[in-house]
């Protein structure tokens, strides 16, 4: 029988929700919650019969979650809370414990708690969903999606940092990677549009506000470029990506500052932000920098050589490359960042055809590419719900 | 007329030498004082006739210096100081200011001087030679080759950190690389040896205790690993390479240190030391990998791995690849290293010869291998020696 699953995908200050008929995957409603804890906090919704955009004060995710319970009730999708069979939560860290979704346990819920230390802005908001749920729908089950598990399989030679050996086993001081539902998600895809022999070594590039880069050999991961935390890999909206590590005490001393506001530097002011001075928002650069704006321009081709650099590097892991993907807010909508990021990757057989590019097409390689190139709106909410699914089957 | 021209090569502990006849670049005699400031201090030299090991109480740069140039007059191969033509010294950090060798004066000295605050470690022995030749020496021409000028040319998409572009203007933080002298030599004797159309596309790596790895297009740098600091990169003896850059403010805050507690574990503690928990010598590392050792083999495999990320992200630099090469201590002994690192780059169509590699051959690669692999001893002196002619031809 189809049930109702709940995808949920909380940030540091948003929650968007996604509720589906599964197994048909069918969408009865979207929204999202956002600024949560500031003035300008809202909340909209759309199903395919209406929507809305509320202005609405909503201290914490507790408080949103309540209100998006109130929204699938008012717009119909559901009559009864009782309906909702299950809800599934990305959550940001799940260390080196969980090769795959899980359901939510008092055990599960107390790594989360312990986790906090390598996620500390995203980890605690995930638990206090599941908390919230817990209360609001105390009969659905709840299964937790972890944002690096996708990863697991990324091979101890490139997880590892050359750091004293001990960082590993006291402190969990690893890569893990990132964006997990997001890289599974489009290469999954990937495999069905394409065929598994086409796709056997693919690159999976996620460049949103947050950025990273996957190297999928045979549908596993075997590396991702985000690191130990989010902020490593490439360039970013406001992150900075990789950078010499000597770069930190050197600014620590320079400028008279402890560790939290390097790190809030690192995170908040850096990344295309930092080098453009002008915004996060790749379309804002974009269009400043077709008006000459020099520093704009610089912060694009920085981008687009840490993507180009990344490429080449998982090249290595994959001994080839046959399809290279492209998915999120920038990955799906900026055809300037794809065609600059291709230019020179001749070498690997990759070319594609402008036209196709400028429409965002699903393929968008010429016909003599010996790469398949693919743009692939991301769905990070439907492995969550299919996460919730098979859980709860087993 | 032929000169006769010292080649300096200042480290942190040490100062290698040779005195070369030059133009006809015929070494007269090469040598190296070690473990200045500590009790196993000695000296060394090597002539076609004859040669010497002394231990020696050597306190620092200036005293060695002493010691030096009294053994270019006892070793009989210079008679009068005064046929000493010139003196060439290895300065590690030029900052952005010179993309060539130059002559010392007043100014350049306050130079490298500054730039101390760039290279705490190396600029101040550097100076420190310089101030030493200029008592001892006052007649000769004094040079200095810069440990970064040779990569002045890379571009500017590749040497930006993405980090608020105020720490550039005022910090002058951007990537310089170094190693300059070795990947300058490597790269020109292979287009001597190979031919230029052979070796448009080349992949330098200098693989010693500290490493780097380096992009030349038609001769000139594009790329190299080493970043605003030789800490960047790949895995090193002792130094970490690449890491998570939110790893350093997460240690700070977890084991309670300081930014020069931080700054020391990430150049002393780590590498393949800090992984193998054995040494940073690679012959130690592959012996105890041989016998069993799993944090040994993985202290390879992550060196290793981390190399080849660096050769595939440099193809993109250079649209493909017609020339890799091997050199320093480990790049021109150790067999293993090399076949390992080409064992994933098949696509680039790199093949290797394993009996060659074994014998340390110039030409390693396979007759039907796309790639020409060379492994090329390097030679940072006659760089030295060379720019001196240069400079003072001028
Ligand atoms: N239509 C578009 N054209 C170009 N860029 C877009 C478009 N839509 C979104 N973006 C870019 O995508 C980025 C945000 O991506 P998104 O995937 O929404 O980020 P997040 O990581 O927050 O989920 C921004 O830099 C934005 O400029
Ligand atoms: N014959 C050899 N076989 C294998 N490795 C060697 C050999 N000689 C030196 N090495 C390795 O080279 C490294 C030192 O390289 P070197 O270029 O001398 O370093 P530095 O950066 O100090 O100049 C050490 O890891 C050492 O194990």
Chains 1, 2 share one sequence.
Request: charged share 25%.
């Amino acid at each position: 029988m189809s049930k109702k699953i709940l995808a949920i995908n909380s940030g540091s200050s948003s929650i968007k929700f996604k509720l589906y008929l599964m197994p048909e995957e069918k969408l009865l409603i979207s929204g999202s919650a956002e600024n949560l804890g500031s003035s300008t906090s809202q909340l909209s919704y759309k199903t395919d019969k209406t929507g809305e955009t509320r202005q609405l004060p909503l201290k914490n995710h507790s408080e949103a979650i309540d209100h998006i319970i109130d929204i699938l009730m008012s717009s119909g999708v559901v009559q009864d809370k009782s309906e909702i069979y299950g809800v599934g939560h990305r959550i940001s860290h799940g260390g080196s414990y969980y090769t795959h979704a899980v359901a939510v346990t008092p055990e599960v819920e107390k790594r989360i708690d312990e986790l906090k230390v390598l996620s500390p802005l995203h980890n605690p908001n995930g638990l206090a969903g599941i908390k919230a749920f817990e209360k609001f729908l105390p009969d659905a089950k709840e299964v937790v999606t972890f944002d690096n598990s996708f990863h697991h399989t990324i091979p101890k030679k490139a997880y590892m940092y050359a750091l004293p050996y001990e960082f590993y086993e006291k402190y969990q001081i690893r890569r893990y990677g990132f964006h997990a539902p997001s890289h599974q998600y489009v290469s999954e895809k990937a495999r069905e549009l394409f065929g598994k022999e086409k796709t056997r070594r693919m690159i999976t590039c996620h460049l949103g506000n947050g950025s990273s880069i996957s190297a999928i050999l045979d549908g596993k991961s075997v590396n991702s470029s985000m690191g130990f935390t989010p902020l490593a890999g490439v360039v970013m909206g406001t992150r900075c990506g990789d950078i010499d590590p000597e770069i930190i005490p050197f600014l620590e001393e320079k400028l008279n500052i402890d560790s939290h506001e390097i790190r809030r530097i690192m995170n908040e002011d850096s990344g295309l932000k930092g080098l453009s001075g002008i915004s996060n928002d790749e379309r804002e650069i974009e269009s400043a920098a077709k008006n000459g704006n020099e520093r704009a321009q610089l912060a694009l081709d920085v981008f687009v050589h840490s993507i180009q650099q990344y490429i080449g590097a998982y090249t290595t892991d994959l001994d080839g490359l046959d399809t290279l993907v492209f998915t999120a807010g920038i990955g799906e909508h900026a055809a300037y960042i794809r065609s600059q990021i291709c230019k020179n990757l001749d070498y690997l057989g990759v070319k594609i055809d402008e036209e196709k590019n400028k429409n965002n097409e699903l393929s968008i390689e010429a016909p003599d590419s010996k790469v398949k190139v693919a743009v692939i709106p991301t769905n990070e909410e439907i492995i969550i719900a299919r996460d919730v699914m098979k859980v709860t089957q087993q």
